[in-house]
């Protein structure tokens, strides 16, 4: 991920960054940015009072707006209460989200009035409850000010920068047509069309599902899902089900070709340094095996027997003629390639010259879809739908849980890794203003605990987060 320095060198250019997170993240300390902490959850109704200010001082772009976009006048409708009489103003925004109003004001003519803007959103604000809403708000406000389709600007997602374009490596066509929604493989076990799992080096048979407490009876129970086969290099909870666990090999000890996650301007070569430990096999090869036994060797191979030979198919038929040869690739280790045009998205849609890719073919801040559906959690447009669990009135819990990729570790990658775990040791970070309500000291051991479970942790008591 290349984002970083693409806002370092915008930081250097005099580019203002301002980031809103409830914690005072690595993002503020490395680019030195304004923080300004917000309640979990509460993001949306943030938006809505900066898209009140925009609009009621006359800030936003009315061509967008009129011209691009179906519905603002119905979202307008919403900010001024006709629904609910509530008017979103800062004021009231203010009390949801913890954010004084005159802050409030301050951001909203701040991210109007700069030429272009980008309003980045992270993957945590939709990875809760009426998550749906972040997203639909961040869209009406890149709308509203006119920052779609222009270089500089932002239209949707992590705002993900990459100054090219470049082709993705080849896959072998799937012949299976029939698709499960990733979040809903479980829905398929429970309904009978899944009986059986591959889990090849991954946790994601619990770590993808919003209640793991239900996925875990799910796997649990072999009348539903009866054989799960599992390969890894950890004991990860997903691991803890298989019928049958194999131990998978690590990057240090096999060929492979690899690609930036998300983005990038390069392929890299994954050059073995070990033999693999133990009875560790790369998946291709059991999986051969598996396929000889059923008696489709072949056409699983498709005449490459050792994946070192399919190495060599897939780059020589990605390949361009500025590419070296395998050879050389594999020795040089990376590849950059030539720099291509930067491609601005939606600019052609901007410009009238083809539609947005929907019903209407304009941007839909009004959502005729979702109107039918009839459900409150989503309303036809974008607005603030408190959370049941959230820092509002309806929740029983004093106090808001939210995680984090640490420095430490991604997923379950290096927890195993005793260095990293003494430098950015497991804790709970808290505010010592919530410390002090409960008498918490710093390292003391506490229980975290709720309806679903618990866990004990030592606190870490900071001022980086609310």
Known sequence: DNLMYWLRKAKKNGTEIIVIDPR??????????????IKPTTDCALMDAMAYVIWKEDLYDHFFVEERCLGFEKYFAYL???????????????????????????????????KPAALMQGYGGQRHMNGEQFTRGGIALACLTGNVGISGGWASGAGQCNAMSFPGLPNVPNPVKKII???????????????????LAGNILINQHSDINKTKKILE????????????????????????????????????????????????????????????????????????????????????????????????????????????????????????????????????????ATPSGKVEIYSPTLEAMNDK??????????????????????????????LGRCHTVHFNNKELQEKYPQNLWMNPADAKKRGLANEDLVEVWNDRGKVIVPVLLTEEII
Not at 91 to 111: D, N, Q
């Open 24 to 37: 005072k993240n690595a993002t503020v300390n490395a680019l030195d940015a304004e923080w300004i902490g």
């Open 221 to 356: 129970d072999e009348s539903k899902c009866e054989f799960i086969v599992c390969s890894d290099l950890f004991m990860t909870p997903s691991a803890m089900y298989a019928d049958i666990l194999l131990p998978g090999t690590s990057m240090f000890e096999g060929d492979n070709i690899v690609k930036p996650w998300n983005q990038g301007d390069f392929i890299g070569a994954s050059n073995q340094i070990v033999e693999p430990i133990g009875e560790s096999r790369f998946e291709f090869e059991w999986l051969y095996e598996v396929a000889g036994n059923l008696g489709l060797a072949e056409e699983f191979s498709e005449g490459h027997r050792d994946y070192k030979e399919w190495l060599r198919a897939i780059y020589n038929d990605y390949k361009t003629d500025e590419m070296p040869d395998y050879d050389t690739f594999k020795k040089e280790g990376i590849y950059v390639f030539p720099e291509y045009p930067t491609v601005v998205a939606f600019e052609t849609e901007r410009k009238g010259e083809k539609p947005f």
């Open 181 to 199: 929604p990733s979040f809903m493989w479980t829905d398929a076990i429970m309904d009978g069309e899944i009986k059986m799992l591959l889990n």
């Open 80 to 114: 001024n209460g006709a629904e609910d009489g509530v008017v979103k103003t800062p004021e009231w925004a203010s009390l949801i989200t913890g954010i004084g109003a005159e802050k409030i004001i301050e951001l909203a003519r701040k991210y109007a009035s700069a």
């Open 377 to 406: 959690k989503i309303p036809a447009t974008p607005g603030y739908v408190e959370v049941s669990e959230g820092p509002g009135k309806s929740n029983k819990y004093p106090l808001q849980l939210i995680g984090w990729h640490t």
